[in-house]
C-alpha cells in the first residue's frame, strides 16, 4: 500500500512505513513552542547585594557563578519560567575573614545550605519590557516571596562568536534577612538587604526536544530557522528511496 506525502511541497509516493515520521518533520515549525528556553551565562550573571555596617556605610559584596534555566517570550512576560541557584560559597566582601565570618553557621551557615534558590511563581507585566516577577527565595533552609523588579536590556543574537541569542536583564529587590532566620549581630548588621542582579541568559538549544534540533550538538545556538532546517533535513530523509532488499538464493 502506498500513501500521498502529506506535505503539499513535494508528490513522491512514499512508502507505508514512512508516513509518520515523514508528518511529524512537517509538523515541526508548528509545533515549535513560543516560549524559548535560555541558561543563565555564569559569567556574566553576578547578584550584588547591600546591607548596613552599623551606620558607617552600606557593605557590599557580590556573588559570581549562578546557573538556571529562563523560560521566555518577550510577547507574553505572564508566561515567563525562572529556576536559579546562587552559589553561596562564591560570595565576595573584599576580605577573606569577613567572607567566612558571612558563611558561618549563625549567618549564613554556607557548609550546611551552599547554594540558595530561586523558583518563580507568577509574572507580572509593567510595560514591555519591565516586570515583577515574584518567586520563592529559599536561604539557609528557610522559603519566603520575593519579588524582584525586573527589566529587558536586550534580546538579540550577541555580536561575538559564537552569536548566540542572548537575553539580557536587570533586577532589583529587598528583603529582611531576619524573615530567613538570618538574625546573629543585629547591633551591627542590619536587617534589610538590598539586592541588585545583573543576568545574561543564552537560547539553550540542550533543552529543546531533539526532533526540533535535529540532532545538534549540546550548546549549539538553535533559533527558528535552525528548527526549520531540521524539520527539512527530516523531509528529505523521509523522502529518500528505501533500499531494495537483497534477493534471497
Given amino acids: 500500500m502506498r500513501l500521498e506525502s502529506p506535505c503539499p511541497s513535494r508528490s513522491r509516493r ?7 515520521a515523514l508528518l511529524l518533520a512537517c509538523l515541526i515549525p508548528l509545533t515549535a513552542p513560543a516560549s524559548e528556553r535560555y541558561r543563565l551565562d555564569p559569567v556574566h550573571t553576578r547578584v550584588l547585594f547591600a546591607i548596613d555596617h552599623a551606620g558607617f556605610s552600606q557593605a557590599l559584596g557580590t556573588i ?5 534555566l529562563l523560560e521566555f517570550d518577550p510577547d507574553d512576560w505572564r508566561s515567563a519560567r525562572l529556576d536559579v541557584l546562587v552559589p553561596l560559597d562564591r560570595l565576595e566582601l573584599g576580605e577573606a575573614g569577613w567572607n567566612r565570618a558571612a558563611l558561618a553557621r549563625n549567618l549564613l551557615d554556607g557548609r550546611r545550605h551552599p547554594q540558595a534558590r530561586f ?26 516571596e520575593v519579588v524582584l523588579d525586573t527589566r529587558l ?11 548566540r541569542h542572548t537575553a539580557g536583564f536587570s533586577a532589583s529587590a529587598t528583603l529582611n534577612r531576619s524573615d530567613f532566620g538570618i538574625d546573629a549581630w543585629s547591633s551591627v548588621i542590619g536587617d534589610r538587604v538590598e539586592l541588585r542582579i545583573e543576568a545574561e541568559a543564552v537560547r539553550d538549544a540542550r533543552a529543546l526536544p531533539p526532533a526540533a534540533t535535529g540532532g545538534l550538538p549540546a550548546g549549539t545556538d538553535a533559533g527558528t530557522e535552525d528548527v526549520e532546517a531540521a524539520a527539512a533535513a527530516a523531509v528529505e530523509a523521509a523522502l529518500a528511496p528505501s533500499p531494495e532488499p537483497e534477493p534471497r538464493p
Fill in 14 to 20: 512514499l512508502p507505508f512505513r514512512r508516513p509518520a
Fill in 153 to 163: 536590556n536586550a534580546l538579540k543574537r550577541h555580536p561575538l562568536p559564537p552569536f
Fill in 119 to 144: 523558583v518563580s511563581t507568577r509574572v507580572e507585566p509593567i510595560a514591555p519590557d519591565h516586570a515583577r516577577v515574584h518567586g520563592l527565595l529559599t536561604l539557609r533552609g528557610v522559603s519566603r
Fill in 64 to 68: 559570581a557563578g549562578s546557573e538556571g
